[in-house]
């Protein structure tokens, strides 16, 4: 089973400020097949990127994602009053599928 | 616009069973494979099991398999999830999810429903 580990636990920014999400997975990925889900409280996640680096639908420009192999990242840009909440990555290439613990991204 | 709505969780005793339901709108529901994921109360999300569009094929991780079996009726556009033998540890809230076209088994989710949940209490 690959385990992903999501840093930091909590992100504590300003709204405008850039947020750098870390997921780091315990063996590689097959073919960048790694997501990142946005949640917020009381609300089914939100898929924002899949395939390491796509943007899902109606996902804005700001949410980016990169990486390849064992580390990937997630980026918001300019953070958004909407965008403060818990973010997931998640890995698709191997059974089972496996997320991360999550990152709270907080208001400061 | 499309939709998935869960149904059936409630409070259920330790050895007991309950099937869920997943009502899809808005799709071609045969066309895509679709999946559960739940989350214990103030935990992080676990997938749970998935089934090929055409309901051949069927996954599960490995904590649920010989308990849960998971089904679908493209006549009726829904997804089930028959769960018996129910432990405390399957206490969470079950997510019905679409998943985003790809190999089998390589499908990352798409559409999330807004979950049902599950209390396994004596």
């Known amino acids: 089973e690959i385990v992903l580990t999501q840093s930091p636990g909590t992100l504590s920014l300003s709204p405008g400020e850039r947020a750098t999400l870390s997921c780091r997975a315990s063996?590689?990925?097959?073919?960048?097949?790694l997501a990142w889900y946005q949640q917020k409280p009381g609300q089914a996640p939100r898929l924002l990127i899949y395939g390491a680096s796509s943007r899902a639908t109606d996902i804005p420009d700001r949410f980016s994602g990169s990486g390849s192999g064992t580390d990937f990242t997630l980026t918001i840009s300019r953070l958004e009053p909407e965008d403060f909440a818990v973010y997931y990555c998640q890995q698709y290439g191997s059974s089972p599928k496996t997320f991360g613990q999550g990152t709270k991204v907080e208001i400061k | 616009e499309v939709q998935l709505l869960e149904s059936g969780g409630g409070l259920v005793q330790p050895g007991g069973s309950l099937r869920l339901s997943c009502a899809a709108s808005g799709f071609t529901f045969s066309s895509f494979a679709m999946s559960w994921v739940r989350q214990a109360p103030g935990k992080g999300l676990e997938w749970v099991s998935s089934i090929s569009g055409s309901g051949g094929s069927t996954y599960y991780t490995d904590s649920v398999k010989g308990r849960f079996t998971i089904s679908r009726d493209s006549s009726k556009n829904t997804l089930y999830l028959q769960m018996n033998s129910l432990r405390a540890e399957d206490t969470a809230l079950y997510y019905c999810?679409?998943?985003?076209?790809?190999?089998?088994?390589?499908?990352?989710?798409?559409?999330w429903g807004h979950g049902t949940m599950v209390t396994v209490s004596s």
């Open positions: 063996q590689s990925v097959s073919s960048s097949y």
């Open positions: 999810a679409k998943c985003k076209p790809g190999a089998p088994l390589r499908w990352a989710f798409d559409i």
